[in-house]
């Protein structure tokens, strides 16, 4: 009988620790949970305020271009009356024409950053000789007079297709170089290669090795973190530029890519990305468009 109420004493005390572990268990992961509710509570409300104060900076950047076409115009009507000269006309009509480029600049950063954040962002991929690309991107900054880089090339030999949407692409390159561009001379050496084995013989590696830019690592941190990067007060205004990196990152991760920034130690920043080689279905498809 002992033995007998010894091992119903175990198993009483076995069950015991048994309901105990799962109610512990329970704790614990009602626990986590409420942390986890609250977590993303504090999140949402951070990022919503961030969207406001960001909102509320674009408010005033669209308002200025606005308000200059409008009066320009404004003027431009009443010519005969006001005793405008040609010159003047001519003038006006530049800084209406400047303004309409920035307020279009302004709308296209906009839907870019609602494309990328809401991941409504639709890709046409297909098979890309991402050196023509790159070129093409090239040759339309340097003639663009808001932009003092030099390029250099260093490109790697005969790469394969990539698997990517152009277009996105493109735009991605320009938000990067946008980003490097400073008040000085910007030198930036353009580098292409193929991973050599195993799974990075999937990927063909691009990098942009940039010296003279004014860019450092508070900078490249605030911009990433696209929403946070207009504080509260009247004294930072809205950046364009800033808002082309996130855009840039997402743009080349959409495309199955992957994304990399950092600072040098001695001057400047380095980023480095990669494109994934082209099926060989779109291989073919490539091949035949080409010949």
Do not use: C, W
Request: net charge negative.
């Amino acid at each position: 009988m002992t033995a007998v109420r010894a091992a119903r004493s175990r198993r009483h005390k076995n069950d015991l620790l048994n309901v105990y572990a799962e109610r512990l268990g329970d704790a614990i992961r009602r626990h986590h949970s409420g942390v986890a509710l609250r977590a993303a509570k504090v999140e949402t409300e951070l990022a919503y305020r961030a969207r406001g104060a960001f909102l509320a900076s674009m408010n005033h950047e669209l308002r200025t271009p606005l308000n200059a076409i409008t009066g320009f115009a404004g003027i431009l009507r009443q010519a005969e009356e006001m005793q405008i000269t040609p010159e003047q006309k001519n003038e006006y009509i530049d800084y209406i024409l400047q303004s309409a480029d920035l307020l279009l600049s302004h709308i296209n950063t906009i839907l870019e950053i609602a494309d990328a954040e809401s991941g409504g962002t639709k890709l046409s991929r297909r098979a890309v000789d991402i050196l023509d690309v790159l070129t093409q991107t090239m040759e339309a900054l340097e003639e663009d007079d808001a932009i003092d880089v030099t390029f250099t090339r260093d490109f790697g030999g005969e790469l394969p297709p990539v698997d990517v949407d152009p277009d996105k692409v493109a735009i991605a390159f320009r938000h990067l170089v946008e980003f490097l561009n400073s008040d000085e001379p910007v030198s930036i050496k353009v580098s292409t290669r193929r991973g050599l084995a195993g799974e990075s013989a999937n990927y063909v590696y691009i990098a942009f090795d940039a010296t003279g830019t004014e860019v450092d690592a508070k900078m490249i941190d605030e911009s990433l973190r696209v929403f946070e990067q207009v504080h509260e007060g009247l004294y930072r205004q809205f950046d364009p530029r800033r808002l082309g990196l996130p855009i840039a990152k997402s743009y080349i991760e959409l495309n199955k890519g992957k994304f990399s920034i950092k600072t040098k130690p001695d001057d400047g920043v380095l980023i480095r990305f990669s494109l994934p080689v082209a099926s060989e279905e779109h291989k073919r498809a490539f091949e035949r468009l080409a010949s």
